[in-house]
């Protein structure tokens, strides 16, 4: 039935605050989130033939469409940060901060409009204060908008950053209302740090194993 066909009681299993979940994906941030990170993600799965099956592995006559996938993908991502919302906020007490680790994939992770920011966005966190997103051994292929089947070591992508999803101009913006920036909409969901942020980073942090097996911590902001 796809995401639009879920009725509330059952949504209300997957996503802790509809209204939020659908104010996230209403922002120009995310919607270069979607365009750089999501329709790859579709592109490689279609190629790999995985989308020629329902999830129960269900047989289809022809590939999942990217709304479909797209839906998905959003449903999964706001899944995990409610459920780990809704643990943090039964194990959070006056004299108690609990500390919530998420292993997961880096498509949820990186460029800052996956999981991490959604769990803020539902706790109602300060912009970056107390969620921080960590990609572990990123690739240049991990960063690279490119659907790449051969991996030619003597011809890698570019180490891709940041993304820009704004034009750098709204910094002339007034700075001391967040209200009156072009990118209220982006900050308040927590998908970027400061309202006058045009670009969506990698991750907050990257942790590169050495060659002795040792992580060493790359702070990216």
Not at 198 to 205: H, S
């Amino acid at each position: 039935r796809g995401l639009n066909g879920l009725d509330k009681t059952t949504l209300l299993q997957y996503v802790l605050n509809p209204q939020a979940f659908a104010q996230f994906a209403k922002t120009p941030a995310f919607a270069e989130y979607v365009r750089y990170v999501v329709e790859p993600s579709y592109e490689i799965h279609r190629k790999l033939g995985i989308l020629r099956n329902t999830v129960t592995g269900i047989p289809l006559d022809s590939d999942i469409p990217l709304s479909t996938f797209y839906a998905g993908r959003i449903l999964v991502d706001e899944a995990m940060a409610s459920r780990a919302a809704s643990w943090y906020k039964s194990q959070k007490t006056p004299t108690n901060k609990p500390i919530f680790i998420g292993l997961i994939g880096s498509d949820h992770v990186k460029f800052s409009c996956g999981v991490p920011a959604r769990f803020s966005n539902l706790l109602n966190f300060e912009t970056g204060s107390e969620t921080l997103s960590i990609l572990l051994n990123p690739s240049p292929y991990d960063t690279s908008q490119q659907v790449l089947f051969e991996q030619n070591q003597n011809d890698l992508p570019p180490f891709v950053l940041q993304i820009r999803f704004a034009s750098s101009s709204v910094n002339q913006e007034k700075q001391s209302d967040t209200s009156q920036t072009a990118l209220p909409g982006a900050y308040l969901a927590r998908q970027i740090r400061d309202p006058t942020q045009t670009v969506l980073p990698l991750a907050d942090l990257l942790l590169i194993s050495g060659s002795d097996d040792e992580i060493s911590g790359v702070p990216f902001l």
